[in-house]
């Protein structure tokens, strides 16, 4: 796909709105990293958002001079450029941030100083057991599999990328890839009319084989506050079984209505800090529960957990979990939806997905239509396959 195709333009208007917000969204991640060149596509997020424009400065400089705000990230399967500016100004902006990751001038230079930026990022993380408990959990559910990688790939990856590397992923990966742009705002700018609002959607995503789990490994908890995460596989981003995992999130995550809540906090008082999401990718998604817990409490804290998640799994939940549990999901979308540059993010990665027909009322709809036996079925799954892992690890 050349990088001066027309960009498949989903617009939402709301003239109430004084600030306009644009997401630029590609599907192109660190599953598409080459062999032995992990982070590329993470480096490239870098070195897109930061490479000098007309006038000597990156488009993040230029959006936040204006008082807007300007970020990127990068994930498994997409990465997400976006901006929220004033709505007069958001002419120049969109068009700006367009030509800015399609169009970047990339140097030697540029890449040598995001280079250092990302090796502390790396480092930054690395002492954060929280972020390497989930690294560790991905690794585990998608041993051998593009999935598994961290997104940021290691510091020696990163230490070997060249200019040549990032300018060919830039060429024949993400310029290659499906892409959607998604604004929010007062009006459309009138530069993007030109962009169809109805394309013939490019479905992105290779499916590759998923290879069956590995034993269980015995956990070596260690002296200090530790983090685990535990789960499972979920269904792909684009089933229409994917429902009821988010609905059994929010069971078992982190509101005072969770079944989880009542028993980690006001039974036995083991867990201050927990939350549970699922997250869907091409062959499957990740279905997890993440948690701090003290030195000592750790066991404790997983035979709660095994045990609430077993009886899910075995009863279903109850009518009124069932019900609360529906009304986190859906309030979860709708507290996103009324956020204009939320809602360009949540729209763009769900149209890179389901394509220009994806919808929040019907997503919302679907939400509402989870019953007591899906979620009972899909606590059964999670609970015969438990992954189980913590971060730091007794030395």
Known sequence: MASTAPIPLVPIVDERLKTTSVCLAVGYG??????????????????????PREGGISVSEQVESLGGHANAETGPESMLYYAQVGAADAEAVAGEL?????????????LSSEREVVLQELAAAEADPADTVQDAFLATAFAGHPLGRPVGGTPA????????DVLEGHRNGFLASPRALVVVGPEIPASLQHHDAAPAWPRAGEHLPLPPLDPPEPLRWSTEFSWVCLGGRSPAANSPER????VLAKLLGASPTSLLYRAVRGEHGLAYAFQAWSRGYTEA???????GVESGNGDKFLAVVREVLARVAEQGPLPADLASARNQARM????????????ATLTARRVLVWGPEWSLEEEL?????????QVRQAAERLACELITVVRPEAR
């Open 98 to 110: 367009c030509r800015a990751v399609l169009a970047p001038q990339l140097t030697e230079t540029l």
């Open 332 to 343: 979860s979308l709708v507290l996103n939806a009324e956020n204009p540059l939320e809602r």
């Open 243 to 246: 429902h009821p995992y988010a």
């Open 30 to 51: 660190s599953r598409h990293d080459p062999e032995g060149k992990g982070g590329l596509a993470h480096m490239l997020e870098h070195a897109l958002m930061s490479a």
């Open 365 to 373: 709809a679907a939400l509402a239509r989870v019953t007591a036996e």
């Open 285 to 291: 998604g990740a279905w997890r529960l993440l948690a």
């Open 157 to 164: 990856e990163v230490a070997g990328l060249t200019l040549a």
